[in-house]
């Protein structure tokens, strides 16, 4: 970890504009890569920053603003979450349980109660991914980390790794959960910039990797999440995450799923919402299999063909190949499950 | 009694609370990093990225100046301060006879290729991250398989090792009616204690003090004079409390010296804490296996062929050997027997011993085709057991001291309500849960060595036991402490004792399960000859009372104790830091083996694939348990472990680069709580006055033996596949897209 500068924060727009004063000062800052970084939770920046993978000059702790910006406020129109709300305060309020389950759920499942304690949902959904390769430094090769150095996954050992979403540069697989349900809930985000704030559909943050996999989300520089929006949606009740994993707990998921179903009274779904986490470069939608179950009755087959279309572009690699099967098996039970829910 | 401290069956001791237990709930034990110093100076390892090769460059220029940095040790200034020393199983001290720095030269990925030495830790490991390395890169060989590894026939490298087997097996193979041959592996593992290998090292004078986490605190003593060339008089290493070791602590690493160099370089005590990543290559690891398994068998099941063939991954320079064919060539009464190993040297650090070293391996694919060749009869798998039951081992026809195999079946199928299993795969599904219920056998030699202790007799009514054995979290403080109290009929509370230091007379490795057997005879002994000298008769009050007429201000037994069959000089070789174990398969006139059978319920979904073990029971008779609480503690942890080694645990390798790449406890899965439901350890009594006088077996390592067979043979039972490969995992069981 090298040494750097700590500022706190005493209101937002002080943070954004101290951000942009930091990328002024810096002759050459590396795209992706600033030289200045908010801290909220730390509970990932400040693991990448023991490991030398991330070396931001300065830190601007924002965790001073909480007050202003962890509020959770459920209305008819829309769930409105504070980005600096804590995982947990969002995963245990009782109005999310019941009426937005997935939210929820892709929150309990994730990580452990003490980083749950910790972290902000605005720092979880822009953590960084797992991959080995992207994590220790010894390895030269990284375009993530290390623009134009190669990618030492694409042959190396990639059981974790992207079947969706991957490009010839990078196949790091996104880690986080809720930003599928984001995903899935066509949530919107509210981002404080140096020249103000601004939403952006939650499905045009993250980047695929393309051939700047070091850039990862479409944040300018000093720019900081405040909150998320989750319009109010007639699917909402019958919703789930699905989180497929080797053991029970505190694992990246293999596989996931966040659905939810609008299904008439005839048994014909309305609606449908998919998004898929642990197999895909960034959160991912699955629209196709969305469009395929529309005026479908849900059942192991419809759901089955719809998970098949989720995958429809998925290209493996040596180790992952078996991500593609999973990814359809949780898809499928994901929505079967979803269907028989009591709302 | 609370589940957690099992009421005494016959030939078993009180639930005795831990000796050390508020201690260690309340911070108050130091372990070896905690100890305070003054003017520490901190050490912070530089990993080699490469696998093989060498060293190019080391750019320090940049790190050389930064704030707090006091100096960089490497090949450039270090080539010639650790004297080379011979692995371990050649007769030396080391767990890896590589000695870093001792020149560019990179033998395998982790390598310590520079250590950096500063004011704080902070300082230390960002210097160390920013030394650049330029490397001449060499092609490496990772495991079975890759281009450039050398398979060796084990027999022809080793004199030690011989390869069982008896009669005539091919002809008997050939003419049986039933048959299975099959292939299994396991993977890298490591063993992940929470406490980091930590080692500090302060001179005073020309005498230097280690405190070092250690299963052997006389073997980093006599080991690191030697690589120091000075006498071991004046080496003192102290370890009073490890936190978990499973066979990592067991071996002097390469660290220690380094850390004593630069402690005396600096002239300050140097304190290195290495990280996790790095705890995956400066000590030792579970060496990846290949087994082939061929059993033959009559209709009724006896068997009447068994080969057992192993191949296992190693170092290029150090020739370890897991070599558990001792053991699974011996646990079933069969005439025609056949087995070898083969090691493969590999670019790879060296490996080592890791709970049940031979036999979790081994008995797994043991374990795993005896419920295949079952399956082929079908037969019940623990009728199968029964059929080839025997009190002789079949190489030689040595007799078991005792063998309560299947009193142990027995009592945990009856617990586990084995008579309720539909046999048939796939048949007791729970919705969409596919649920499997399998067995295994356990068995672990009953080994001892040579100890020392010195036991003291206060007229206050206090006794207290000193000798140098560590505790490694199993409860050799407490059991001590309770040998000493029964022995001398004094309540616990009145015994004090001392464990983990080199001032105290010495206690063997505490590995190989060995530890309770040979320290608590030696404590009996010591406690003996002070009622001889006293009376023979007295014991509690009595014996106190017998010290103060004679107005003694105390009276000090130093004794030593050598097990059944040790070789001369074993003691001699003790004080010298080598172990020298015996019994199990190793002795010429009996077998010495404690036993247990392992019950496991699995559940797999039935679309998604993933395993889970909603329920154990297991069943262990290994002679006296001295107290059923701290051994209930020891076997359960073997058996969770089991979970892990079934379902979770693989060190992963890129191949190409011979290099581990999920090294921290994010990606190594180890079970958590959730995976942790319903654990039964049932403690079978058993009597065995042969092993040693007070008829302790040891319980260290056989929870975890068989329990990865269980798991496997569970699953196999909930959904017809026959998985071989462990882990076993989603990818396995996945049927392809």
């Given at each position: 970890m090298r040494p750097f500068v700590y500022e706190r924060a005493a209101t937002s727009e002080v943070a954004t504009q101290a951000i942009r004063a930091?990328?002024?000062?810096?002759?050459?800052?590396?795209?992706?890569?600033?030289?200045?970084?908010?801290?909220?939770?730390?509970?990932?920046?400040?693991?990448?920053?023991?490991?030398?993978?991330?070396?931001?000059?300065?830190?601007?702790?924002?965790?001073?603003?909480?007050?202003?910006?962890?509020?959770?406020?459920?209305?008819?129109?829309?769930?409105?979450?504070?980005?600096?709300?804590?995982?947990?305060?969002?995963?245990?309020?009782?109005?999310?349980?019941?009426?937005?389950?997935?939210?929820?759920?892709?929150?309990?499942?994730?990580?452990?109660?003490?980083?749950?304690?910790?972290?902000?949902?605005?720092?979880?959904?822009?953590?960084?991914?797992?991959?080995?390769?992207?994590?220790?430094?010894?390895?030269?090769?990284?375009?993530?980390?290390?623009?134009?150095?190669?990618?030492?996954?694409?042959?190396?050992?990639?059981?974790?790794?992207?079947?969706?979403?991957?490009?010839?540069?990078?196949?790091?697989?996104?880690?986080?959960?809720?930003?599928?349900?984001?995903?899935?809930?066509?949530?919107?985000?509210?981002?404080?910039?140096?020249?103000?704030?601004?939403?952006?559909?939650?499905?045009?943050?993250?980047?695929?990797?393309?051939?700047?996999?070091n850039v990862e989300t479409t944040l300018r520089p000093g720019d900081v999440i405040t909150a998320f929006v989750i319009p109010a949606a007639t699917w909402m009740r019958r919703s789930l995450y699905m989180k497929i994993r080797d053991r029970q707990?505190?694992?990246?998921?293999?596989?996931?799923?966040?659905?939810?179903?609008?299904?008439?009274?005839?048994?014909?779904?309305?609606?449908?919402?998919?998004?898929?986490?642990?197999?895909?470069?960034?959160?991912?939608?699955?629209?196709?299999?969305?469009?395929?179950?529309?005026?479908?009755?849900?059942?192991?087959?419809?759901?089955?063909?719809?998970?098949?279309?989720?995958?429809?572009?998925?290209?493996?690699?040596?180790?992952?190949?078996?991500?593609?099967?999973?990814g359809q098996k949780t898809v499928t039970r994901a929505l079967v499950q979803a269907a028989t829910l009591e709302v | 009694m609370t589940v957690a401290a099992p009421t005494p069956k016959a030939n078993m001791g009180q639930p005795v609370p831990r000796y050390d237990g508020l201690a260690k709930v309340t911070g108050s034990a130091l372990y070896a990093a905690d100890f305070p110093h003054l003017d520490l100076a901190y050490a912070y390892l530089v990993s080699s990225g490469i696998a093989k090769g060498r060293v190019k460059s080391l750019d320090v220029r940049e790190v050389r100046t930064l704030p707090g940095v006091l100096d960089i040790l490497s090949h450039e200034n270090m080539s010639d301060a650790v004297a080379h020393a011979k692995f371990f199983s050649d007769g030396g001290p080391v767990s890896n006879s590589v000695v870093p720095l001792s020149s560019p030269e990179i033998a395998y990925a982790g390598q310590t290729i520079a250590v950096v030495l500063a004011n704080s830790y902070e300082a230390a490991r960002d210097a160390a991250q920013r030394i650049v390395v330029d490397y001449d890169i060499d092609p490496a060989s990772a495991t079975f398989g890759s281009k450039g590894a050398i398979d060796q026939v084990l027999a022809e490298q080793s004199k030690k090792h011989e390869d069982p087997k008896v009669g005539d097996f091919a002809s008997a193979y050939a003419a049986a009616p039933v048959k299975i041959d099959a292939a299994y592996s396991t993977p890298t593992q490591h063993h992940n204690p929470l406490e980091l290998f930590a080692t500090v090292c302060s001179w005073d004078g020309?005498?230097?003090?280690?405190?070092?986490?250690?299963?052997?605190?006389?073997?980093?003593?006599?080991?690191?004079?030697?690589?120091?060339?000075?006498?071991?008089?004046?080496?003192?290493?102290?370890?009073?409390?490890?936190?978990?070791?499973?066979?990592?602590?067991?071996?002097?690493?390469?660290?220690?010296?380094?850390?004593?160099?630069?402690?005396?370089?600096?002239?300050?005590?140097?304190?290195l804490v290495a990280t996790r990543r790095q705890a995956f290559t400066i000590a030792t690891y579970r060496a990846e296996t290949r087994h082939i398994i061929k059993l033959a068998a009559t209709p009724d099941g006896k068997l009447q062929a068994l080969s057992h063939e192993g191949f296992e991954v190693t170092s290029r320079p150090d020739p370890y050997a897991v070599a558990g064919t001792d053991a699974s060539t011996r646990m079933y009464a069969c005439p025609n027997i056949v087995s070898n190993v083969t090691i493969v040297r590999a670019d790879r650090s060296t490996p080592g011993f890791m709970r049940a070293p031979a036999e979790t391996p081994y008995f797994f694919a043991l374990e795993s085709a005896m419920d295949e060749l079952a399956i082929a009869l079908n037969m019940d798998p623990i009728e199968l057991r029964r059929v080839n039951d025997t009190m002789k081992e079949p190489i030689k026809g040595l007799p078991y001291t005792s063998r309560s195999l299947m009193a142990c079946f027995d009592e945990a199928a009856t617990a586990f309500g084995w008579s309720k299993r539909n046999p048939r795969p796939g048949s007791m599904r729970d919705g969409d849960w596919l649920v499997g219920w399998g067995c295994a056998t356990a068995a672990y030699p009953t080994q001892m060595a040579p100890a020392s202790a010195r036991v003291s007799l206060f007229p206050d009514g206090t006794a207290r036991v000193e000798t140098a054995s560590h505790e490694i979290g199993t409860g050799i403080y407490t059991v001590a402490a309770q040998t000493a109290a029964e022995q001398l009929g004094l309540p616990f509370e009145k015994i004090t004792v001392a464990l983990g230091d080199t001032i105290l007379p010495p206690a063997p490795v505490s590995g190989g399960s060995?530890?309770?057997?040979?320290?608590?005879?030696?404590?009996?002994?010591?406690?003996?000859?002070?009622?001889?000298?006293?009376?023979?008769?007295?014991?509690?009050?009595?014996?106190?009372?017998?010290?103060?007429?004679?107005?003694?201000?105390?009276?000090?037994?130093?004794?030593?104790?050598?097990?059944?069959?040790?070789?001369?000089?074993?003691?001699?070789?003790?004080?010298?830091?080598?172990?020298?174990?015996?019994?199990?398969?190793?002795?010429?006139?009996?077998?010495?083996?404690?036993?247990?059978?392992?019950?496991?319920?699995?559940?797999?979904?039935?679309?998604?694939?993933?395993?889970?073990?909603?329920?154990?029971?297991?069943?262990?008779?290994?002679?006296?348990?001295?107290?059923?609480?701290?051994?209930?503690?020891?076997?359960?942890?073997?058996?969770?472990?089991?979970?892990?080694?079934?379902?979770h645990e693989q060190t992963d390798i890129d191949t190409n680069a011979a290099r581990y790449v999920n090294t921290d406890l994010a990606e190594y899965l180890i079970p958590v709580n959730a995976d942790v439901v319903d654990i039964e350890v049932i403690m079978v009594p058993e009597e065995d006055k042969l092993v040693n006088p007070l008829g302790i077996k040891g319980i260290g390592e056989i929870g975890i033996v068989g329990a990865n067979a269980a798991v496997a043979n569970a699953v196999y039972h909930a959904t017809g596949q026959r998985i071989r490969d462990l882990p076993l995992r989603i990818d396995g069981l996945m049927p392809s897209a």
């Open positions: 930091g990328i002024a000062t810096d002759t050459a800052p590396r795209q992706g890569r600033y030289p200045a970084e908010f801290l909220a939770g730390g509970t990932n920046l400040l693991d990448l920053m023991k490991l030398d993978v991330m070396q931001p000059a300065k830190l601007i702790d924002i965790t001073g603003l909480t007050q202003a910006h962890s509020a959770i406020l459920v209305s008819p129109q829309a769930l409105r979450l504070g980005a600096l709300a804590k995982m947990s305060a969002v995963a245990d309020h009782p109005e999310i349980i019941k009426n937005f389950p997935v939210v929820a759920q892709s929150l309990t499942l994730a990580a452990s109660a003490q980083l749950r304690n910790m972290a902000s949902i605005g720092g979880n959904v822009l953590q960084r991914t797992r991959c080995s390769y992207f994590r220790d430094t010894s390895w030269s090769a990284c375009n993530k980390r290390n623009p134009g150095s190669g990618c030492a996954a694409l042959d190396g050992y990639n059981r974790g790794h992207a079947v969706l979403g991957a490009s010839k540069d990078c196949i790091a697989t996104y880690p986080g959960d809720f930003a599928q349900a984001l995903m899935a809930l066509d949530a919107v985000v509210t981002v404080l910039g140096p020249d103000g704030t601004r939403t952006v559909p939650f499905s045009d943050l993250h980047r695929a990797p393309g051939s700047t996999p707990s505190y694992q990246f998921a293999l596989a996931s799923a966040a659905v939810a179903l609008d299904i008439d009274d005839g048994g014909l779904v309305r609606q449908a919402r998919i998004a898929l986490g642990g197999v895909a470069t960034v959160p991912w939608r699955a629209r196709d299999a969305e469009a395929a179950l529309v005026g479908k009755k849900l059942d192991p087959q419809t759901a089955e063909s719809a998970a098949r279309l989720a995958f429809g572009g998925a290209a493996p690699r040596e180790h992952n190949a078996f991500k593609i099967a999973l | 020309p005498n230097l003090t280690v405190y070092e986490p250690s299963q052997n605190v006389y073997g980093i003593k006599n080991g690191l004079a030697q690589q120091l060339g000075m006498d071991a008089s004046r080496v003192r290493v102290i370890s009073p409390f490890i936190g978990g070791a499973f066979g990592s602590k067991g071996a002097l690493t390469q660290r220690t010296a380094i850390v004593a160099v630069a402690a005396k370089r600096l002239g300050r005590p140097v304190k060995i530890t309770t057997a040979s320290v608590c005879s030696v404590i009996a002994q010591a406690c003996a000859a002070i009622r001889g000298k006293l009376s023979n008769e007295a014991v509690g009050a009595d014996l106190v009372e017998a010290l103060n007429k004679r107005g003694l201000g105390a009276i000090e037994e130093y004794a030593e104790w050598v097990p059944h069959g040790a070789k001369a000089g074993a003691m001699q070789a003790l004080y010298k830091g080598a172990a020298q174990p015996i019994g199990g398969a190793k002795l010429e006139d009996r077998m010495q083996f404690a036993f247990g059978a392992q019950f496991v319920e699995v559940r797999v979904h039935s679309q998604t694939r993933e395993v889970r073990v909603p329920r154990m029971v297991s069943a262990f008779a290994a002679g006296r348990i001295m107290n059923t609480r701290t051994a209930r503690s020891q076997l359960m942890g073997g058996m969770i472990w089991g979970i892990g080694s079934a379902l």
